[in-house]
């Protein structure tokens, strides 16, 4: 089963099955972008809606972009009388996005399952204002070096999605190379334990050109 196939399988249940690795993301991208400002926002891949019901409350317009149909009826049927520019799109094809059209650009648990970080990172940097951000939060490589992987549960089987390993170290060149500066990286743990390896990492960059 391929990604698009899954995510949209996925979909029916993604939203009420337990998954420490979504729930915490859910805490730490309002906790992280309430220190800053913005105005327009292109959420990168949305999924159901689990940030984009967050970020249609605090900006005057977002866009958002997913390939799974399923995936985004399921935010549609959330928003209510909230607007929203919803694009079915692939992001590892160029965007339907204008140039400098947004002041912030967000991806959630997207980027592992994406092999060319570059590509990403220049397509961000060309809708972006300059002095725009970046917020990124994934899987952190240490989950991904022990073998973690999105994954769920369907008729009694597992089932796994490909997913590329990036070190962190992969994130900042490729943010680099696009002509950014990271404002602020922080690793995420379980209930604060940080005995054992930390399941997120965030980062926020600022095109600087």
């Known amino acids: ?84 520019n919803l694009y079915e799109t692939d992001i590892q094809k160029p965007w339907p996005i204008p140039n400098q059209q947004v002041d912030l650009a967000i991806t959630n648990l997207v980027l592992e399952h994406i092999q060319d970080l570059n590509f990403i990172f220049e397509e961000v940097a060309r809708v972006l204002q300059v002095g725009g951000l970046f917020f990124v939060s994934e899987l952190h490589p240490i989950k991904q070096y022990l073998g973690s992987k999105a994954r769920f549960e369907e008729g009694g089987e597992t089932q796994v999605l490909d997913c590329y390993v990036h070190h962190i170290s992969d994130y900042l060149e490729s943010a680099k190379l696009a002509g950014f500066e990271c404002l602020d990286l922080q690793e995420w743990f379980d209930d604060n334990d940080k005995i054992n390896p930390p399941r997120l990492v965030s980062f926020v960059f600022k095109l600087k050109r």
């Open 1 to 84: 089963m391929n990604n698009q196939k899954a995510y949209n399988s996925w979909a029916a249940i993604y939203d009420n099955n337990q998954n420490k690795t979504r729930d915490l993301d859910a805490v730490i991208t309002p906790k992280v972008l309430s220190n800053y400002s913005f105005e327009n926002v292109l959420e990168i891949g949305c999924g159901t809606g689990k940030n984009t019901l967050w970020l249609v409350k605090q900006a005057k317009e977002v866009w958002a972009m997913d390939f799974s149909k399923e995936m985004l009826a399921k935010l549609k049927s959330k928003l209510g009388n909230y607007p929203l």
